[in-house]
């Protein structure tokens, strides 16, 4: 039972363009969701996060929304350079303690110049 | 300053030998994670310290994982009579907070374990 769902393996985005990348979950005790990318033969980079008291959150280019009761966040990076190339990961943690975290798939986002 | 380390990067094993894998999380971090990530997936949770103590273990796929923190800091998983499904990226996390404060975890580059 995938709790964290990516439902796009990739995506291909132009240098400069917005990239969005979703996510849906399953478990409505989730109340704190994140971004992580991956480089490969690298552990996941912590990128942002938000509560589920927040709808948005923002840092530099990098924008996380959550809409709770379609229970489904995204990431807007914009604008999207070469650099952010990488695998990207959303993961959640529920209320009862201890914060581990449920991954998604990954999304493997590749900015063209 | 220093983030989390392990050691070592990449390990090759024969079936049946056990294996032991090292995390040094960030200094001063409370709670520190063990995650699996098989190819082509998202890292799984193995295992969850708070300072030594082992507070979930719910994800530990058999008896043959056994994670210990005995200092609550450096922490070590080790892998008794290795199998080939064991083969998978183990992933070290830590995060300043505990309990049900909810704070980023930061991650280690992880062990890439091979069972031949």
Same mark, same amino acid.
């Given at each position: 039972?995938?709790?964290?769902?990516?439902? +796009?393996?990739?995506?291909?985005?132009?240098?400069?363009?917005?990239?969005?990348?979703?996510?849906?979950?399953?478990?409505?005790?989730?109340?704190?969701?994140?971004?992580?990318?991956?480089?490969?033969a690298e552990g996941?980079?912590?990128?942002?996060?938000?509560?589920?008291?927040?709808?948005?959150?923002?840092d530099g280019r990098?924008?996380?929304?959550?809409?709770?009761?379609?229970?489904?966040?995204?990431?807007?990076?914009?604008?999207?350079?070469?650099?952010?190339?990488?695998?990207?990961?959303?993961?959640?943690?529920?209320?009862?303690?201890?914060?581990?975290?449920?991954?998604?798939?990954?999304?493997?986002?590749?900015?063209?110049? | 300053?220093?983030?989390?380390?392990?050691?070592?990067?990449?390990?090759?094993?024969?079936?049946g030998q056990d294996?032991?894998?090292?995390?040094?999380?960030?200094?001063?971090?409370?709670?520190?994670?063990?995650?699996?990530?098989?190819? &082509?997936?998202?890292?799984?949770?193995?295992?969850? =310290?708070?300072?030594?103590?082992?507070?979930?273990?719910?994800?530990?796929? +058999?008896?043959?994982?056994?994670?210990?923190?005995?200092? &609550?800091?450096? +922490?070590?998983?080790?892998?008794?009579?290795?199998?080939?499904?064991?083969?998978?990226?183990?992933?070290?996390?830590?995060?300043?907070?505990?309990?049900?404060?909810?704070?980023?975890?930061? =991650? &280690?580059? &992880?062990?890439?374990?091979?069972?031949?």
């Amino acid at each position: 039972d995938q709790q964290v769902k990516q439902n +796009s393996p990739s995506l291909s985005v132009q240098e400069g363009r917005i990239s969005i990348l979703n996510c849906d979950y399953t478990n409505s005790m989730f109340d704190y969701f994140l971004w992580y990318k991956k480089y490969p033969a690298e552990g996941p980079t912590f990128l942002i996060s938000i509560s589920s008291i927040k709808d948005k959150n923002e840092d530099g280019r990098f924008t996380v929304f959550l809409n709770k009761s379609a229970k489904h966040l995204s990431l807007h990076i914009v604008p999207s350079q070469p650099g952010d190339s990488a695998v990207y990961f959303c993961a959640a943690s529920d209320d009862r303690g201890a914060q581990k975290l449920v991954f998604g798939q990954g999304t493997r986002l590749t900015i063209n110049p | 300053g220093a983030g989390v380390s392990q050691s070592p990067r990449y390990k090759v094993a024969k079936r049946g030998q056990d294996v032991a894998l090292r995390c040094d999380p960030i200094s001063g971090h409370v709670s520190l994670f063990w995650y699996q990530q098989a190819l &082509g997936q998202g890292p799984e949770f193995l295992t969850y =310290f708070q300072n030594e103590a082992q507070l979930d273990k719910s994800g530990l796929p +058999s008896d043959r994982f056994f994670a210990e923190r005995p200092e &609550g800091s450096v +922490s070590t998983l080790k892998i008794q009579r290795t199998q080939q499904e064991d083969s998978a990226v183990y992933l070290c996390a830590s995060s300043s907070q505990a309990g049900a404060l909810a704070s980023a975890q930061y =991650f &280690g580059p &992880g062990t890439r374990l091979l069972v031949l």
